[in-house]
C-alpha cells in the first residue's frame, strides 16, 4: 500500500460507512449458475457458490467462456474470483482473467476510507466506501460505484428499469425477473426476481452475450 492509503488507513478513528446490502441476498442453495450464450449459441458457464462462517461470507466465481467460428476455436475466456463480506460489509476481491490470453488480476481491500485498489494495469487509488464489485449476484451494486473485477475501473452507472420480463432458463423453463438496463461507462442489462436473487444478464462483447439461469 502506497504512503498516501496508508496515512489515510491509520489516521481514521473509525470506518468510513460502507456500502452494505441488509440482508445480503445469498440463494437458499447456496449456489448460483448460468449457461452463457452467444447470439444464441451455447460458449459456457459462470457459476458463484457462497460460503457462510459464522458471519463472514466467502463467495467463490469460476466463468470459463469458449467461442468457435466453423467449429474452430477463436476466442476464450476465463475468470476467477473470491469476494469476502463480513457482518454484511463488502470486504474485498480478488479476481484473476485469462481474455483470450491476456492476463489481468483485481485486488481490492477495505481500509479506513474506502477501498484500496490495485489492477494490472491500474495503479493502487481509494475507492469510495460505497463501492461494489461487478459481481452482479448483489443488486445493491446497481446504487453505488462499481467496481469492474476484470479492469480494475470503478464509476457509478446510469440505472433504469424498464419493467419485467419472463426469462429463459437453462432448464427449458422461465423466470419472471426486474430488467435493469445499466449505461455510463457500462453497457449491459441485468435482471433480479421478486426476492432480489440475479435471473439474467445480457450484454454486447464478442457478440450478444446472454445467460440462463441453470437449476439450482
Not at 449456489?31 to 447470439?39: A, H
Not at 457458490?49 to 466453423?70: K, M, N, P, W
Not at 491500474?122 to 476484470?150: C, E, F, R, S
Not at 461507462?185 to 435471473?199: A, G, I, P, T
Request: aromatic share 10%; no cysteine; charged share 15%.
Amino acid at each position: 500500500m502506497n504512503r498516501r492509503l496508508f496515512l489515510m488507513s491509520s489516521g481514521a478513528v473509525a470506518l468510513a460507512r460502507p456500502a452494505l446490502a441488509a440482508p445480503l441476498p445469498v440463494p437458499p442453495s447456496g449456489r448460483i449458475g448460468f449457461k452463457v450464450l452467444r447470439n444464441g449459441t451455447p460458449i459456457g458457464e459462470h457459476h458463484l457458490i457462497f460460503t457462510q462462517s459464522g458471519d463472514t461470507l466467502r463467495i467463490d466465481i469460476h466463468a470459463a467462456f469458449l467461442v468457435r467460428l466453423a467449429g474452430i476455436p477463436f476466442f476464450r475466456y476465463t475468470a476467477r474470483a473470491t469476494e469476502v463480506w463480513s457482518g454484511g460489509v463488502f470486504q474485498g476481491i480478488d479476481s484473476q482473467v485469462n481474455d483470450d490470453g491476456k492476463h489481468l488480476e483485481v485486488h481490492a481491500e477495505r481500509v479506513a476510507q474506502g477501498y484500496a485498489i490495485s489492477g494490472t494495469h491500474v495503479p493502487l487509488y481509494l475507492g469510495p466506501p460505497n463501492t461494489l464489485p461487478l459481481t452482479y449476484w448483489n443488486k445493491a451494486m446497481l446504487d453505488g460505484i462499481i467496481l469492474n473485477v476484470q479492469t480494475a475501473h470503478s464509476y457509478p452507472a446510469t440505472v433504469r428499469s424498464p419493467g419485467w420480463n419472463r426469462l429463459p432458463t437453462a432448464d427449458g423453463g422461465t423466470v419472471v425477473a426486474q430488467r435493469f438496463n445499466v449505461t455510463g461507462k457500462l453497457h449491459l442489462s441485468v435482471w433480479y426476481d421478486q426476492y432480489e436473487q440475479w435471473s439474467g444478464l445480457a450484454f454486447h462483447v464478442h457478440g450478444y452475450e446472454t445467460y440462463e439461469k441453470l437449476p439450482a
